[in-house]
């Protein structure tokens, strides 16, 4: 195997110093070409031939460009094999004197290294497209086609090489070289040898991302290599050509390009989202709108199992690219060409949600999948919140999901998405307002239909829990310490909505699933230790969270690990007890709250009420203090629940029952206890 | 040394006026000289930047040499063809300066005196 030895800290700076140069070189480039185009316009007889040498300038340019960028390529192929170098203490004479040694296949892969001289990447870029256009008219073996792609994997990275292969091929040429692949299979069939094609076709497939990379338009976080943004416009990929590949569409004739081989490219490429928003958006809306069911290739399986159906090839290039997928599940309007154009009025995230087709294929719900996860869990929070808006009404609305394979997606989304959920449980009441919109509450009886959807899937309910835990923590963590009652007033509203969700999905109550509302309920438990655990007056509780909320963060990272320890309690198996769990909880966290965060009595005054409320049942030598042991003062902190002997705990369940604690409390609770009612009430008399 | 554009002879009164793009032929020539002076800053620059990857070597070295020849080679030839350029536009600029000047003496020259005997050699009808 042939090496190179260089030292890529001197070949990494020469590639940029040089770079620097050309770009210099290009603005006077830019510059004589602007000023003898006015030239040319005259008539003057005086004016000598001008011949073209600011054509051949701005080649040279280019050819310059080309040519640095090589070298900073095969220095990143060193970087990349060594990416410790840049770490090591080093001093300039060891960075000077430093050769490292790697393979050339190596650098090729690892630096994307293309032609040094453009020219030469043209010339074999124009000399592999002929020998294909003659392999596709002459057949082809299955040695000949391993040289095409080795030739191809030469230059796969080169833009030159992309921008002369892509245009010189055609759109219709780079759909037929999958096909190309198909005629050359060792054995005839995908069975003989799997996965042979995929690999042949990949270096082709990746020509065509490197082209893409080289338009302007493309976005730069869709950009593989950034030194492509600063290419002249005559290196780019025309746009003329983008559009003609983004509007492609043959299904069904196989002598011709078609939409299974096109999508194979599709799949194995990594095209910009703009681009493939485009293709999805051509590709799959006739599947959407018709509920068609994806068939293989001539009925067969020509590509493997996962490869040989045009639309779910579509949707997982889709699942690969989040933006993508973000972009086309809010889109109305598929474009030109589609069945639906002009006017759409559903977005492709309901289309995909009420897609149905007759045959239910796993490997396509994997693949919806896919697609719905990346709009859900993005990071941009406003369209993902719309696309979940979207969810949540449609899966309500048609009460059921057809593909079981979105439910752990959804009940993922739901986790992610809780407080639009709990937003919900804000609907105006019948008991807040009179005369009531009939239709104000049809926000609140879609999130409850979408969450009774996803309690039929043991994993999409385990979600949902530990979301509405996630939501308590959270809500609690964003207080700024004026009373506990908006935070439990929306924490009951939520209670109430999950747990009559869970209640009216009619689901067995399998082991998993109590365990589940246990953690739930274990996790609601914990808020009080955490808002008691550091009882400062006048101190917000999210500071005191922020200190105490180990535990409640151990039990979300714990959730429903009961359950598979065998530790589950029956009693969670019935919703109404869960219910009375949640609301001696929240009450329980509300008297926290007043102690700890508010600071309303001195620890002398708790204990004075605890005896009090005591009375006479106290035994001889019982242990009444629940402050944790070894503090003293006015202000000791509350020992967490579980740490609590048993006449400890006795003591401070009969200090929440204390009329002090009764007087204080009463409004939060009453407030908590009253929206999970409403909830309760609405969905139950809707 | 780098062409420069002459001044311009102007046209006097009367005179015919010789067709010559001064403002663009002006900008053109600074444009060539420019980037003649580029060229030459590139191929210097470039010449002291390459021992620095003396330790580079493998097939991706021979590639790249080949390629620094080739480019070179044309770089060294275009800044002559763009000095070349520029002194022929500039050539051209004192042919229209010659120009002017002749058609502006033609304009200062007195008209020949008024022939008094008349046209002969044609038949005009009056």
Same mark, same amino acid.
Do not use: C, K, S
């Given at each position: 195997m042939a090496t190179s030895s260089a030292n890529p800290f001197k070949l990494g700076r020469y590639s940029s110093d040089g770079l620097a140069l050309g770009a210099a070189l290009k603005t006077q480039a830019d510059a004589v070409a602007g000023k003898l185009a006015s030239l040319r316009g005259s008539g003057s007889p005086?004016?000598?031939?001008?011949? *073209?040498p600011d054509a051949t300038l701005t080649d040279l340019a280019g050819d310059w460009h080309h040519l640095d960028e090589f070298a900073g390529d095969v220095a990143n192929a060193f970087f990349q094999a060594n990416q410790n170098l840049g770490e090591r203490p080093m001093s300039q004479e060891q960075l000077d004197a430093m050769v490292l040694s790697m393979g050339d296949e190596s650098i090729l892969r690892l630096g994307h290294v293309g032609y040094a001289d453009r020219d030469a990447a043209s010339a074999a870029a124009n000399q592999l497209t002929q020998d294909i256009r003659a392999a596709m008219e002459d057949g082809i073996s299955t040695d000949e086609l391993n040289g095409l792609a080795d030739r191809a994997t030469r230059g796969q990275f080169d833009p030159a090489f992309a921008v002369t292969f892509v245009e010189g091929m055609g759109v219709d040429g780079m759909v037929r070289i999958p096909a190309l692949v198909e005629a050359a299979w060792p054995g005839g069939?995908? #069975?003989?040898? !799997?996965g042979w094609g995929q690999d042949r076709l990949l270096p082709f497939a990746t020509i065509l991302t490197t082209a893409m990379d080289?338009?302007?338009?493309? !976005?730069q976080i869709d +950009?593989?290599?950034?030194?492509?943004?600063?290419?002249a416009d005559g290196d780019r990929l025309n746009e003329d050509w983008v559009r003609e590949f983004t509007g492609f569409w043959q299904p069904d004739?196989?002598?011709?390009?078609?939409n299974l081989h096109y999508s194979l490219l599709v799949k194995n490429a990594a095209l910009p989202s703009d681009v493939l928003v485009d293709v999805a958006n051509r590709h799959l809306d006739y599947l959407l709108a018709h509920d068609a069911t994806p068939t293989g290739y001539m009925n067969s399986i020509p590509w493997g199992i996962n490869d040989s159906m045009a639309e779910i090839n579509i949707l997982d290039a889709l699942g690969a690219n989040q933006d993508a997928s973000l972009d086309w599940l809010g889109m109305k309007n598929p474009g030109d %060409?589609?069945?639906?154009?002009? #006017? +759409?009025?559903?977005t492709n995230m309901e289309m995909l949600l009420r897609y149905h087709p007759n045959t239910i294929d796993p490997i396509l719900g994997d693949a919806l999948a896919t697609v719905v996860e990346n709009g859900l869990q993005h990071w941009e929070g406003t369209e993902s919140d719309a696309l979940f808006e979207i969810v949540i009404d449609t899966v309500g609305d048609q009460d059921?999901?057809?593909?079981? *394979?979105l439910l752990p997606t959804l009940g993922e989304g739901a986790r992610t998405h809780m407080d639009q959920l709990a937003d919900r449980?804000? *609907?105006?009441?019948p008991s807040a307002v009179g005369?009531?919109? *009939?239709?104000?509450?049809q926000g609140l009886y879609n999130a409850h239909d979408f969450l009774k959807v996803l309690m039929d899937d043991d994993d999409a309910a385990n979600s949902v829990y530990r979301g509405s835990l996630e939501f308590v923590q959270d809500t609690l963590n964003s207080d700024? %310490?004026? %009373?506990?009652g908006g935070e439990s007033r929306q924490i009951g509203g939520l209670m109430g909505l999950v747990t009559e969700a869970d209640e009216n999905? +009619?689901?067995?109550?399998t082991e998993a699933r109590i365990a589940a509302r246990q953690s739930f309920l274990d996790g609601v438990g914990l808020v009080k230790d955490v808002v008691g655990l550091v009882p400062v007056a %006048?101190?917000?509780?999210s500071s005191a969270i922020s200190i105490g909320s180990f535990a409640l963060d151990q039990a979300i990272d714990n959730f429903g690990m009961s359950g598979l320890e065998g530790?589950?309690?029956?009693?969670?198996?019935?919703m109404a007890n869960v219910r009375d769990g949640i609301r001696a909880e929240l009450t329980s966290a509300t008297a926290a709250y007043e102690y700890g965060? +508010?600071?309303?009595?001195?620890s002398g005054e708790v204990i004075d009420a605890t005896n009090a409320a005591l009375g006479s049942s106290v035994a001889q #030598?019982?242990?009444?203090?629940?402050?944790?042991?070894?503090t003293s003062g006015d202000r000791r902190p509350i020992k967490p629940y579980a740490e609590m002997s048993a006449d400890e705990r006795r003591a401070y369940n009969e200090w929440l029952n204390s009329d002090p604690v009764g007087d204080a409390v009463s409004g939060d609770r009453t407030a908590a206890g009253q929206r999970m009612d409403e909830v309760i009430d609405s969905l139950e008399h809707r | 040394m780098a062409a420069e554009m002459p001044a311009k002879v102007e046209a006097v009164a009367g005179a015919t006026v010789a067709d010559f793009p001064w403002a663009d032929a002006a900008a053109a020539v600074t444009a060539l000289n420019t980037a003649a002076r580029s060229l030459g800053t590139q191929l210097d620059s470039r010449s002291t930047m390459l021992?620095?990857?003396?330790?580079w070597v493998g097939t991706y070295r021979d590639e790249f040499d080949r390629a620094y020849g080739r480019i070179t080679g044309t770089a060294s030839g275009l800044k002559e063809t763009l000095t070349t350029l520029a002194s022929s536009i500039v050539s051209g600029a004192e042919g229209a300066n010659q120009a002017q000047r002749i058609y502006n003496q033609a304009a200062l020259e007195p008209d020949p005196p008024a022939s008094t005997t008349r046209r002969s050699g044609r038949n005009i009808p009056v």
């Open positions: 005086y004016l000598p031939a001008l011949g *073209e069939e995908y #069975g003989d040898n !799997p080289t338009r302007a338009a493309t !976005p +950009r593989h290599d950034p030194d492509n943004q600063n290419l004739d196989f002598d011709q390009p078609n %060409g589609t069945i639906y154009y002009p #006017g +759409r009025t559903a059921t999901v057809h593909f079981d *394979e449980t804000h *609907e105006v009441m005369n009531v919109d *009939e239709n104000a509450q700024t %310490g004026d %009373g506990f999905a +009619r689901v067995e109550a %006048g101190q917000t509780a530790a589950v309690d029956q009693d969670y198996a019935n965060v +508010r600071g309303t009595w001195t #030598g019982m242990d009444t203090d629940f402050f944790a042991d070894g | 021992p620095t990857i003396v330790d």
